[in-house]
């Protein structure tokens, strides 16, 4: 068992960051999409389903298959890290944009009357009160999405863009064992932290419900 | 003194051709209150509305201080004017601190003065700073609440008050204290309220005239005692519809 650390302990580390890094940027693109479609769509409500929609059926894609699908794309296809980047940040859009959306559509409509009421800006209202109150929300499709992300980008292994499936994938080829855990675990370590470090963050912007007054 | 709030010949018709309000003509001189009564869906909250342009009026004008609503800028207009509702008026993830300096947070005033004045009015409205200032609504009682959602709505001191229900929510004690206390802080501060109730005994009690809304015209413009002794059919039967409810209660208890 030692022997076989030190003979892979060093890769599994780099493949371990390779993980992070396809999940982390995959993950700061669909924010930078989702959360602001999300918003648009909560002033836009009759564009709120076939848009989710869309974003549903990106989810339903098989995920060996949306690899696929974009290898032969130029520019995208040159560099395997960009077709996982892409494939994951398309997986990762529809439950942050269903939850910012949802999050927002969600707020006691009386609280944003009376932040009318009080004379505040449209940004001053999204910013000091929307944003605020939909957080949590926003956060929790974070969550699920990232988590989704991290076990799905083993597979970006098999277009050969790195990351921990690599072990697994080397593991099956070759029967070893050892290898595909080897692979495997650090993905489940890593999925079960992330869970665990946004799950925080998400109650730390819970807000609490006048109802559950002493 | 002038009219400080005036609605002239205003009519607000909803889009399925329901008058809500029929041409409604009414003044509120300065510093006095005005109370607008009248059962529910007499179109009394929408009035109220008008003012501050939540709802837009179809028809005729609303004059603060003389001027047109219509003609002066939205955002300016609203936080020159104070609004309390009934309960959930305040924001679940601000302490009772951030929430009444609200307004003057938007206006871009330092955070320093925007605490003082935060403070002062909670000491106005009978919670103390020390105790109060850093709690959430949901650590509050619902009469401590609608505490901070006045001091809120008199942050960036504005003469005009609007109220809607603010004590509907209220047990029967909590509400005579806060009536008690608003009554004493609008005879200091001076401001011109208009309030919206169904609660002829609260009318009485804050009211320097008293409106009775019925169909979203105005039968009644009255003094309390006047008021009280008044002929016209649909203001004594409000009067006794109102005194029957108690009595029902009294006989009830025995």
Same mark, same amino acid.
């Given at each position: #068992?030692?022997?076989?650390?030190?003979?892979?302990?060093?890769?599994?580390?780099?493949?371990?960051?390779?993980?992070?890094?396809?999940? /982390?940027?995959? #993950?700061?693109?669909?924010?930078?999409?989702?959360?602001?479609?999300?918003?648009?769509?909560?002033?836009?409500?009759?564009?709120?389903?076939?848009?989710?929609?869309?974003?549903?059926?990106?989810?339903?894609?098989?995920?060996?298959? #949306?690899?696929?699908?974009?290898?032969?794309?130029?520019?995208?296809?040159?560099?395997?890290?960009?077709?996982?980047?892409?494939?994951?940040?398309?997986?990762?859009?529809?439950?942050?944009?269903?939850?910012?959306?949802?999050?927002?559509?969600?707020?006691?409509?009386?609280?944003? *009357?009376? =932040?009318?009421?009080?004379?505040?800006?449209?940004?001053?209202?999204?910013?000091?009160? *929307?944003?605020?109150?939909?957080?949590?929300?926003?956060?929790?499709?974070?969550?699920? =999405?990232?988590?989704?992300?991290?076990?799905?980008?083993?597979? =970006? =292994?098999?277009? /050969?863009?790195?990351?921990?499936?690599?072990?697994?994938?080397?593991?099956?080829?070759?029967?070893?064992?050892?290898?595909?855990?080897?692979?495997?675990?650090?993905?489940?370590?890593?999925?079960?932290?992330?869970?665990?470090?946004?799950?925080?963050?998400?109650?730390?912007?819970?807000?609490?419900?006048?109802?559950?007054?002493? | 003194?002038?009219?400080?709030?005036?609605?002239?010949?205003?009519?607000?018709?909803?889009?399925?051709?329901?008058?809500?309000?029929?041409?409604?003509?009414?003044?509120?001189?300065?510093?006095?209150?005005?109370?607008?009564?009248?059962?529910?869906?007499?179109?009394?909250? &929408?009035?109220?509305?008008?003012?501050?342009?939540?709802?837009?009026?179809?028809?005729?004008?609303?004059?603060?201080?003389?001027?047109?609503?219509?003609?002066?800028?939205?955002?300016?207009? !609203?936080?020159?004017?104070?609004?309390?509702?009934?309960?959930?008026?305040?924001?679940?993830?601000? &302490?009772?601190?951030?929430?009444?300096?609200?307004?003057?947070?938007?206006?871009?005033?330092?955070?320093?003065?925007?605490?003082?004045?935060?403070?002062?009015?909670?000491?106005?409205?009978?919670?103390?700073?020390?105790?109060?200032?850093?709690?959430?609504?949901?650590?509050?009682?619902?009469?401590?609440?609608?505490?901070?959602?006045?001091?809120?709505?008199?942050?960036?001191?504005?003469?005009?008050?609007?109220?809607?229900?603010?004590?509907?929510?209220?047990?029967?004690?909590?509400?005579?204290?806060?009536?008690?206390?608003?009554?004493?802080?609008?005879?200091?501060?001076?401001?011109?309220?208009?309030?919206?109730?169904?609660?002829?005994?609260?009318?009485?009690?804050?009211?320097?005239?008293?409106?009775?809304?019925?169909?979203?015209?105005?039968?009644?413009?009255?003094?309390?005692?006047?008021?009280?002794?008044?002929?016209?059919?649909?203001?004594?039967?409000?009067?006794?519809?109102?005194?029957?409810?108690?009595? !029902?209660?009294?006989?009830?208890?025995?």
């Amino acid at each position: #068992m030692s022997g076989f650390l030190s003979q892979y302990g060093g890769e599994i580390g780099i493949l371990t960051l390779e993980h992070l890094w396809l999940t /982390g940027a995959a #993950m700061l693109w669909a924010t930078a999409i989702a959360v602001p479609a999300g918003v648009w769509l909560t002033r836009r409500p009759r564009w709120a389903k076939p848009v989710i929609g869309i974003a549903n059926v990106l989810q339903t894609i098989p995920s060996l298959a #949306m690899f696929g699908f974009l290898l032969p794309l130029p520019w995208l296809g040159e560099r395997a890290a960009r077709v996982a980047i892409v494939a994951l940040t398309a997986y990762a859009l529809l439950p942050i944009l269903r939850n910012t959306y949802a999050g927002i559509q969600g707020i006691d409509r009386s609280l944003i *009357e009376v =932040a009318r009421a009080l004379g505040l800006t449209g940004m001053q209202r999204f910013f000091k009160v *929307e944003l605020p109150l939909a957080a949590s929300f926003i956060l929790a499709g974070l969550r699920t =999405a990232t988590v989704t992300c991290v076990g799905i980008a083993t597979i =970006a =292994a098999a277009v /050969g863009a790195g990351g921990l499936g690599e072990l697994i994938f080397r593991g099956v080829a070759s029967i070893d064992n050892r290898l595909i855990l080897a692979g495997a675990i650090p993905a489940a370590l890593l999925a079960l932290a992330v869970d665990g470090a946004l799950g925080l963050l998400e109650r730390w912007f819970r807000v609490p419900t006048i109802q559950a007054a002493p | 003194m002038s009219a400080a709030i005036e609605f002239r010949e205003l009519s607000f018709t909803l889009p399925q051709g329901r008058p809500l309000l029929d041409r409604i003509s009414l003044a509120g001189d300065e510093g006095t209150t005005t109370v607008v009564l009248g059962r529910s869906g007499s179109g009394k909250t &929408t009035l109220l509305r008008t003012v501050n342009r939540m709802v837009e009026a179809t028809s005729g004008t609303v004059l603060v201080n003389g001027k047109d609503v219509r003609t002066t800028d939205l955002i300016t207009l !609203r936080r020159g004017i104070g609004y309390v509702i009934q309960e959930t008026g305040l924001f679940p993830h601000m &302490t009772a601190e951030r929430d009444v300096g609200l307004v003057l947070e938007a206006e871009g005033r330092p955070k320093e003065k925007r605490l003082r004045r935060s403070h002062e009015l909670l000491e106005a409205v009978g919670l103390d700073p020390g105790r109060f200032a850093r709690r959430y609504p949901h650590q509050l009682s619902g009469g401590q609440r609608q505490r901070v959602g006045l001091a809120r709505a008199l942050a960036a001191d504005p003469p005009l008050l609007l109220m809607d229900e603010p004590f509907g929510a209220l047990d029967p004690l909590t509400r005579a204290e806060m009536q008690d206390m608003l009554r004493g802080l609008l005879r200091r501060l001076r401001k011109t309220v208009l309030l919206v109730t169904h609660d002829l005994d609260e009318a009485l009690l804050l009211g320097d005239r008293i409106v009775l809304l019925e169909a979203g015209r105005v039968v009644a413009h009255l003094e309390p005692d006047a008021f009280l002794q008044s002929q016209e059919a649909a203001v004594s039967q409000y009067v006794q519809a109102f005194h029957r409810g108690e009595h !029902r209660a009294a006989e009830e208890r025995r």
